[in-house]
Structure formats: structure tokens, C-alpha cells
């Protein structure tokens, strides 16, 4: 008995797919430049009546940088008030989407950080970054966190694959790494047309409470088109606006 329980946890082990940055997994030419925006609603059980809602923009664009190719990703997250704001800029390696910087404005606070495969600092050199004196070695390299709807569109999904993603929030806990798995697959209607989704999901607790989350990615454009999210006492979906929604960006000079 202790034989197959160890053959069926060694099997198990062998079906997870570990996404390194020294392997180049993910198909970075997955990633197209342009627009995306997306409407982020949630709702509690404590607040039945009440909807919160976001309205998401990111911005992805190719760029040569001190001779590398990178891309160059700028989010604006709108809330219903001005302190709900957020603000985010990443730049990654084009070759395997290694971070290289990240800087963020949330609750009126600018923080930047240098990112590296052994490390990440703060970047001293850029005013008013409140995590200036920010240090953390890595035994690993990593994934910017930030970028996840990035990131999944461009993983090799299949069938019953399940992905083992080394995950880093800057400025926060270590990294550690999160499993992805797909269940199954499903077909979205989008303006009549048919599109057929890998869904990919994910579960865990934080602060005692469990959560799922869930996304479709197209299959053939490997396109982030929704996610579904529930937590205790809550869901939360984004669902991405189609192409002829305004373009946000455009305003007030952005």
C-alpha cells in the first residue's frame, strides 16, 4: 500500500508543469501590443445591494532598451473615487518575461523597485520611491505578479495541464510559487461570434479564507477574456470590453 500511495504521489507530481524563467515557457510572441481594457465588478453577501466596480487599462507595448528588446506595460485601475486609483508600470524582458522594473502608485504612495533574477531593490535613484531602501534576495527567479493576465496568455495550455507559476508581488512576501490548473474548457459568445476557452483555475486560502479563482483564455488567440473569482462571502468577475469600447487612454492626455 505505501508503494502505490508513493507511485500515485510521484505520478501527481509529474503532471504539474513547473513555468521557470530559465526555461523559456511561456510563448512570449502570445503577447500582442495594444489596449486592453477591462470592467472589474464585485458584490459581498454583507452588501447585496451594493456593486463595487473597477474599470482596468493596460497598455502593452514593444520597446528596444539599452540595446534589448522589452515590453513595457502601463495600467491604470479607476475605482469610484480618487483614492481607489492605481497606477502601475512594468518593464520585461521580451526573450522570457523576466521583470526588469516595476513602480506602482496605490493609496497616494509611489513605490519602484530594480528586478533581477537573484534580487530586487529599490531604485534609489527615482524620486519620492517611498521603498527606496527596499531589499529581497531570491533563491529563484521569478514572474511579476502584477502581470498574471499577461503571463496566462501566454503559458502552452492543453488539457489537464497544470502549471506551477514562481509568483512575486513586489514590495511584499517572498515569492512562492502557485498552481494553475486547467479544468476543462468552455465556449464564450462574444457578438455572435463562437469562442472556444481553455479554463484555467486556482485556489488557496489568505487570512483564513478560501478563494477561487477562474479565467478563459481563448484557445486560438490565447485572448484573457473573463475571470470569475469567489471568495468568503463574495465574487468578483472581470470581463474584458470588446474592441469598439472607448479608448480611455486617449483621455485627458494619457
Given at each position: 500500500?505505501?508503494?502505490v500511495?508513493?507511485?500515485?504521489?510521484i505520478?501527481?507530481?509529474?503532471?504539474i508543469?513547473?513555468?521557470?524563467?530559465?526555461d523559456?515557457?511561456?510563448?512570449?510572441?502570445?503577447?500582442?501590443?495594444?489596449?486592453?481594457?477591462?470592467?472589474?465588478y464585485?458584490q459581498t453577501?454583507?452588501?447585496?445591494?451594493?456593486l463595487?466596480f473597477?474599470?482596468?487599462?493596460r497598455?502593452i507595448k514593444?520597446?528596444?532598451?539599452?540595446?534589448?528588446?522589452?515590453?513595457?506595460?502601463?495600467q491604470h485601475w479607476f475605482?469610484?473615487?480618487?483614492l481607489?486609483?492605481r497606477a502601475?508600470?512594468?518593464?520585461n524582458?521580451q526573450?522570457?518575461?523576466?521583470p526588469?522594473?516595476?513602480?506602482?502608485?496605490a493609496?497616494g504612495?509611489?513605490?519602484a523597485?530594480?528586478?533581477?533574477?537573484d534580487?530586487?531593490?529599490?531604485?534609489?535613484t527615482?524620486?519620492g520611491?517611498?521603498q527606496k531602501?527596499?531589499?529581497?534576495?531570491?533563491?529563484?527567479?521569478n514572474?511579476?505578479?502584477n502581470?498574471d493576465?499577461?503571463t496566462?496568455?501566454?503559458?502552452?495550455?492543453?488539457e489537464?495541464?497544470?502549471?506551477?507559476?514562481?509568483?512575486?508581488?513586489?514590495g511584499?512576501d517572498?515569492?512562492?510559487?502557485?498552481?494553475?490548473?486547467?479544468?476543462?474548457?468552455?465556449v464564450?459568445?462574444l457578438?455572435?461570434e463562437?469562442?472556444?476557452?481553455?479554463?484555467l483555475?486556482?485556489?488557496?486560502d489568505?487570512k483564513?479564507?478560501?478563494?477561487t479563482?477562474?479565467?478563459?483564455?481563448?484557445?486560438k488567440?490565447?485572448e484573457?477574456?473573463?475571470?470569475e473569482?469567489?471568495?468568503n462571502?463574495?465574487?468578483?468577475?472581470?470581463?474584458k470590453?470588446p474592441?469598439y469600447?472607448p479608448?480611455?487612454m486617449?483621455?485627458f492626455?494619457?
Amino acid at each position: 500500500m505505501l508503494i502505490v500511495s508513493l507511485l500515485i504521489s510521484i505520478k501527481t507530481e509529474a503532471q504539474i508543469d513547473t513555468i521557470r524563467l530559465t526555461d523559456k515557457r511561456l510563448n512570449t510572441g502570445y503577447l500582442k501590443p495594444g489596449l486592453n481594457q477591462y470592467l472589474v465588478y464585485f458584490q459581498t453577501t454583507a452588501k447585496k445591494k451594493s456593486l463595487g466596480f473597477w474599470f482596468w487599462l493596460r497598455d502593452i507595448k514593444t520597446e528596444t532598451r539599452n540595446g534589448e528588446k522589452v515590453f513595457t506595460i502601463n495600467q491604470h485601475w479607476f475605482g469610484n473615487d480618487t483614492l481607489s486609483y492605481r497606477a502601475v508600470y512594468s518593464i520585461n524582458r521580451q526573450t522570457d518575461f523576466a521583470p526588469i522594473y516595476h513602480a506602482e502608485t496605490a493609496h497616494g504612495k509611489f513605490s519602484a523597485y530594480n528586478w533581477s533574477n537573484d534580487k530586487i531593490t529599490g531604485a534609489d535613484t527615482v524620486a519620492g520611491n517611498a521603498q527606496k531602501n527596499f531589499s529581497l534576495g531570491f533563491s529563484l527567479p521569478n514572474f511579476n505578479w502584477n502581470l498574471d493576465i499577461e503571463t496566462f496568455e501566454m503559458l502552452p495550455l492543453s488539457e489537464g495541464k497544470t502549471f506551477a507559476i514562481n509568483f512575486y508581488d513586489a514590495g511584499l512576501d517572498p515569492p512562492a510559487y502557485v498552481n494553475y490548473k486547467v479544468v476543462g474548457s468552455e465556449v464564450l459568445v462574444l457578438n455572435d461570434e463562437k469562442v472556444n476557452c481553455w479554463k484555467l483555475s486556482t485556489e488557496n486560502d489568505y487570512k483564513g479564507n478560501h478563494y477561487t479563482e477562474t479565467y478563459w483564455i481563448s484557445k486560438k488567440a490565447h485572448e484573457f477574456l473573463k475571470e470569475e473569482d469567489t471568495f468568503n462571502g463574495g465574487y468578483r468577475y472581470k470581463i474584458k470590453m470588446p474592441v469598439y469600447a472607448p479608448n480611455l487612454m486617449s483621455r485627458f492626455g494619457r
